[in-house]
């Protein structure tokens, strides 16, 4: 017989803590408490999102998961622990949980972001990304001193690659120091504005500094940044505006409401 994962008996969990039960045929009953069956429908619902076909074995293995899950809730309340505050409190979570992942997704379905929209973002994050794309190398070290030094070394013949063994930049050292082809805008301003300034295959004269220490860069090359097509991002963009959409929707919400 199917078994479900105990991920999913949390989840129907709560779920069936916001169950109205309807006048349809339970679809168990046990030791007199009738199981509607619109708890099946959430179960099943559920597990078809996951691929799994729907059919008489799922059906089985639903109500049978059901049953154990009254079983041991009939179980919890004779001992009382549903009358525990802590408990209570859980549960109470659950629920809020629940409703308000319905509410979200409602209101998703309400406010979907228009074909306009998607492009008027499309058009903004090129506009971010510039024309340009740069394959840069960097050797990050804690003092302006230590740059400087680095400098002295390339001017005297020694290679970028092996002075970047000293790097402070874990992701790059061992590479070195080489951060693959970028858009400026994926850099922090002061990295970004040095960078550009440099032609292919010079290194900055004089140390950079940012929040994460000193930076010696050399610009290995310079290309025209082609964008991808509006369709082959569309989804992406989708998810973005709706996360857009519903943090500004929460923020609007809690502004409005009276916290005491």
């Known amino acids: 017989m199917k078994r479900f994962p105990s991920r999913l008996a949390l989840g129907l969990t709560a779920a069936l803590l916001v169950h109205a039960a309807g006048a349809a045929t339970p679809v168990a009953t046990v030791n007199g408490a009738p199981i509607p069956s619109s708890r099946m429908d959430v179960m099943i619902n559920e597990q078809r999102a996951q691929g799994a076909p729907d059919g008489a074995e799922l059906r089985e293995a639903a109500r049978e998961q059901l049953v154990r899950l009254e079983v041991l809730a009939q179980e919890a309340a004779k001992k009382g622990i549903d009358k525990k505050p802590e408990i209570q409190a859980q549960m109470d979570l659950a629920r809020q949980g629940v409703l308000i992942r319905a509410y979200m997704q409602d209101f998703v379905k309400t406010n979907p972001a228009t074909d306009a929209d998607l492009r008027k973002e499309y058009e ?13 190398r960097h050797i990050l070290v804690e003092t302006e001193e230590e740059a400087k030094a680095i400098i002295g070394k390339l001017r005297a013949g020694e290679k970028f690659e092996a002075l970047a063994k000293a790097s402070k930049d874990p992701g790059s050292k061992d590479k070195g120091g080489e951060l693959g082809w970028s858009n400026p805008g994926m850099f922090v301003k002061p990295f970004s504005e040095a960078m550009v300034k440099l032609e292919k295959g010079q290194y900055s004269a004089t140390p950079v500094k940012s929040d994460f220490g000193y930076h010696v860069i050399q610009l290995d090359d310079v290309r025209d940044l082609k964008a991808p097509a509006f369709e082959e991002v569309k989804p992406q963009l989708e998810q973005r505006l709706q996360q857009k959409k519903i943090e500004k929707h929460v923020a609007d919400l809690r502004a409005k409401a009276k916290v005491e």
Not at 126 to 134: A, D, F
Request: glycine share 16%.
């Open 124 to 136: 903004s994050i090129k506009g971010q990304m510039g024309s340009k794309e740069y394959k840069p």
